[in-house]
Nanobody, 121 residues
C-alpha cells in the first residue's frame, strides 16, 4: 500500500520560514517526479512546485519563485519544500503528490492528506 505523508506545517508570522516534508513509502519512487500543491479556503488547488526524479530539474509557480525551494532525497523517498519570506496569501493546506513533472494535478497518481500552513500578518 502506497503512503504519502506530509509534515512540517504550522502557524508562522509573515516573513517567517517553514520546511515541509513528504515521506513516501510502499514502493520505489526513484523514477517518479514529486510535486507540491496547495489549496486555500474557497479556492481551487494550485500547483506550487515540482522536482524531477533525479532532482536535477525543479519548477516553481511564479508567486513563490525566490521564496520556496523544492528538493528531494532519492534514497529516503522524501521531498522537501523550504518556504521563506512567507506571506499571508501563502496560507493553505499543502499537499504532496507523486507522479509526472507537471503543474496539472491529474498528472499525479498518489497524494497525501495535506498539512496546514497558516501565515499571520
Amino acid at each position: 500500500q502506497v503512503q504519502v505523508v506530509e509534515s512540517g506545517g504550522g502557524l508562522v508570522q509573515a516573513g517567517g520560514s517553514l520546511r515541509l516534508s513528504c515521506a513516501v513509502s510502499g514502493r520505489t519512487f526513484r523514477s517518479y517526479a514529486m510535486g507540491w500543491f496547495r489549496q486555500a479556503p474557497g479556492k481551487e488547488r494550485e500547483f506550487v512546485a515540482a522536482i524531477s526524479w533525479s532532482g536535477g530539474r525543479t519548477y516553481n509557480v511564479d508567486s513563490v519563485k525566490g521564496r520556496f525551494t523544492i528538493s528531494r532525497d532519492t534514497f529516503t523517498n522524501t521531498v522537501y519544500l523550504q518556504m521563506s519570506s512567507l506571506k499571508p496569501e501563502d496560507t493553505a493546506v499543502y499537499y504532496c503528490a507523486v507522479g509526472s513533472v507537471s503543474p496539472i494535478a491529474s498528472d499525479y497518481d498518489y497524494w497525501g492528506q495535506g498539512t496546514q500552513v497558516t501565515v499571520s500578518s
